[in-house]
């Protein structure tokens, strides 16, 4: 079981200067989108895999790509850095 806290020590502090110095030290980065849905991609040893939705987390652009394996269809994340477009 999981407990949160969300008293105000906890709010105060996520509003605090050292809490917000902790935020600003995540990497964020500049990514352009570079990619369409749709498009043909190999990434990280797969092949042939098609794109189906992009987001950004971070500054980062992500892809969630589709492939087939012996006629199974599987999915993966894979960051922008990673794939290659297919002519």
Request: glycine residues 6%.
């Amino acid at each position: 079981m999981f407990n949160f806290d969300n008293t105000k020590a906890i709010k105060d502090f996520a509003n605090s200067q050292k809490g917000q110095n902790i935020l600003n030290d995540i990497p964020k980065g500049k990514q352009k989108q570079i990619y369409t849905v749709g498009q043909k991609v190999n990434a990280n040893g797969i092949t042939n895999a098609i794109i189906t939705e992009s987001y950004m987390q971070n500054g980062y652009c992500y892809y969630v790509i589709e492939y087939k394996v012996n006629r199974k269809t599987f999915t993966s994340r894979e960051r922008q850095q990673d794939l290659q477009l297919l002519a």
